[in-house]
T-cell receptor
Framework: EAQVTQNPRYLITVTGKKLTVTCSQN?????MSWYRQDPGLGLRQIYY???????DKGDVPEGYKVSRKEKRNFPLILESPSPNQTSLYFC????????????FGPGTRLTVT | AQSVAQPEDQVNVAEGNPLTVKCTYS??????LFWYVQYPNRGLQFLLK??????LVKGSYGFEAEFNKSQTSFHLKKPSALVSDSALYFC????????FGAGTTVTVRA
């Protein structure tokens, strides 16, 4: 089954404790991206990757890191989480860029206390 | 300035009635426009997109959207709403990057 998977689905952590949210797709897609969803703000892009080893900042990259060492994986790293990063996070992938249909993962709800 | 706007936070309709969810955009040129739907506790799902050509685009689950260049709008429509259409709907535009609207919560009452 074609899908985007994210882990964990739920995470409660404390300020400053490094964490990684994994994202993996099995559709051989070139493009992957991370979004955060906050009430009243819709989805805002954090980082995106056009291909392996190619990443770029989205609208709200501060406090986040990403890497794209393999085509299928695109982990999101929070080196020192803060409470304002409490949000719902989505990973997405598409065939070849933002012009194409995005396939979204199920989401990761992160709470930073 | 926001590239895409959804002027209504909520839309409430009765089952069987027409459903319209509004979207306007403010990018130049010929952008790609999208609609996505999010059901509770799920990720977003693609409904339809406009690239060029016919101004009426048909998508999944009986939805369609009308592109109007003069009004810079891309409204989502369904002729007869179902209770199962209750969800959060997002409009998105790809100019040089993909931007999402804030979302419209649709409630269809039985």
């Amino acid at each position: 089954e074609a899908q985007v998977t994210q882990n964990p689905r739920y995470l409660i952590t404390v300020t400053g404790k490094k964490l990684t949210v994994t994202c993996s797709q099995n559709m051989n897609h070139e493009y992957m991206s991370w979004y955060r969803q906050d009430p009243g703000l819709g989805l805002r892009q954090i980082y995106y990757s056009m291909n392996v080893e190619v990443t770029d900042k989205g609208d709200v990259p501060e406090g986040y890191k990403v890497s794209r060492k393999e085509k299928r994986n695109f982990p999101l790293i929070l080196e020192s989480p803060s409470p304002n990063q409490t949000s719902l996070y989505f990973c997405a992938s598409s065939f070849q860029g933002a012009d194409y249909e995005q396939y979204f993962g199920p989401g990761t709800r992160l709470t930073v206390t | 300035a926001q590239s895409v706007a959804q002027p209504e936070d909520q839309v409430n309709v009765a089952e069987g009635n027409p459903l319209t969810v509004k979207c306007t955009y403010s990018v130049s040129g010929n952008p790609y426009l999208f609609w996505y739907v999010q059901y509770p506790n799920r990720g977003l799902q693609f409904l339809l997109k406009y690239i060029t050509g016919d101004n009426l685009v048909k998508g999944s689950y009986g939805f369609e959207a009308e592109f109007n260049k003069s009004q810079t709008s891309f409204h989502l429509k369904k002729p007869s709403a179902l209770v199962s259409d209750s969800a959060l709907y997002f409009c998105a535009v790809n100019d040089y990057k993909l931007s999402f609207g804030a979302g419209t919560t649709v409630t269809v009452r039985a």
